[in-house]
């Protein structure tokens, strides 16, 4: 009989040590071409083609002899990785809005001397008023970046305060972690975060 359960427990460590082996599963953001260069109406963070840049903001994009009505969206950097394999990361830290709001942020990977032929974004535990949506992926002019567009959608029932997200990147399908990006639903911020 001890051999028997001896055994059988051996036989169960086999089966689970596989599953062991292969780390956490995250929740990825879908990905679908929103068509999010044509906005309803402008906001700053609204998605533009910049030539020889790719997707910016609003915001960020002048036209010579046109005054730009609102001040530029900062972008915070990160590192991630180690090495010749760090990736160096851009996007929007913190995004105040109100509810019943749509934002995006730009999430830019550059692994500097390395092809980047993949950028795949992932969230867990996004609360139910919060939908992420990766609307807009680019490959850029050069083959060490890749960027996603990441939509936020908030629902219009959403509890007013201020909501962490981590978002996850897997480039050339290695998880490299987090960014945290927090969104202040705050009832007196400026429409469309004018």
């Known amino acids: 009989m001890k051999k028997l359960v001896l055994v059988l427990a051996t ?8 599953a062991c082996e292969e780390g956490e599963t995250h929740t990825p953001i879908p990905v679908e071409d929103m068509g999010i260069l044509m906005a309803e ?5 609204d998605i533009m083609p910049a030539p020889g840049l790719g997707p910016a903001y609003r915001a960020n994009v002048h036209q010579q002899g046109e005054v730009n009505p609102w001040p530029p969206i900062e972008v915070s950097e990160a590192y991630l990785g180690s090495g010749s394999n760090e990736a160096h990361v851009y996007y929007r830290e913190y995004i105040e809005t109100r509810a019943g709001e749509t934002r995006h942020n730009i999430i830019r990977a550059i692994i500097p001397g390395k092809q980047v032929d993949s950028l795949t974004l992932y969230a867990d535990d996004v609360p139910q008023s919060i939908t992420l949506t990766d609307g807009m992926q680019w490959s850029g002019l050069s083959p060490s970046a890749r960027a996603s567009v990441l939509i936020i959608e908030i629902a219009q029932d959403v509890v007013p305060g201020e909501y962490p997200l981590e978002i996850g990147l897997e480039i050339d399908g290695k998880d490299y972690g987090t960014i945290t990006c927090t969104i202040e639903v705050n009832v007196n911020a400026v429409p469309n975060g004018e």
Do not use: G, T, V, Y
């Open 41 to 45: 109406q402008e906001a700053p963070d």
């Open 11 to 18: 036989i169960m460590l086999l089966l689970l040590a596989p």
